[in-house]
Structures are given as structure tokens and as C-alpha cells.
Nanobody, 125 residues
């Protein structure tokens, strides 16, 4: 069974930074791709970043490229989303997700079977 728990959301002003954390409880962590997704009210769930801890390969959506960075601590089975230069349009519930064996090019919500509960990020103007 795969379990994911996000933490680190909150309220931040425009231009600020936040770090989200995702604890992934799975035996073979290195075999999984970990995705960060977000969903704003009335919008579809968007793939923000997908990361393979085994080789460090990472995909970023155009909307966050250059502002967000994903990293992992493989010993702790933790994946982090470092968010900088935050904008009000980054406001959403952020989810981490895991899927076995896929590549970072498959950074779409329907490719992932395992999801965390989500954490709210609100960026004020």
C-alpha cells in the first residue's frame, strides 16, 4: 500500500516562498515517480512538477518553471516542492501523488493512482 502525506501549505504574500513536503510511505520508493499537482476552485487539476527520485529527473509545467524546484531525500522518502516568487494565481490545493514505473513526461493526473490529502496554498496580493 502507498500512502502520501503533504504538509507545509499556508498563507503567503505575493513574491513570497513556501516549501511543501510529501512523505511517501512505500517499500520501493526509487521505483516511483512523484508528482505535485494543484487544483484551484472551478479548474482542472494541473500537473506542476513530476520527479523521479531514482535519477533526479524532473518535469516542470511552464507556469512554474524557474520559480518552483522539486527535490527529494531518498533516505527519508520525502519529496519537497520549493516555491518562490509566488503569485496569486498559484493559489490552490496542492497534492502529491505517486505512481510506479512512469516517466516524468507522464505528468498528468490520470496517470497517478496514489494521492495525498492535499494542502492549501493561498497567495495574497
Amino acid at each position: 500500500e502507498v500512502q502520501l502525506v503533504e504538509s507545509g501549505g499556508g498563507l503567503v504574500q505575493r513574491g513570497g516562498s513556501l516549501r511543501l513536503s510529501c512523505l511517501v510511505s512505500v517499500f520501493n520508493f526509487d521505483d516511483y515517480a512523484i508528482g505535485w499537482f494543484r487544483q484551484a476552485p472551478g479548474k482542472e487539476r494541473e500537473g506542476v512538477s513530476c520527479h523521479r527520485p531514482s535519477d533526479g529527473s524532473t518535469y516542470y509545467s511552464d507556469s512554474v518553471k524557474g520559480r518552483f524546484t522539486t527535490s527529494s531525500d531518498n533516505d527519508k522518502k520525502m519529496v519537497y516542492l520549493h516555491m518562490t516568487s509566488l503569485k496569486p494565481e498559484d493559489t490552490a490545493v496542492y497534492y502529491c501523488a505517486a505512481e510506479w514505473g512512469i516517466t516524468t513526461a507522464q505528468c498528468m493526473a490520470n496517470e497517478f493512482d496514489y494521492w495525498g490529502q492535499g494542502t492549501q496554498v493561498t497567495v495574497s496580493s
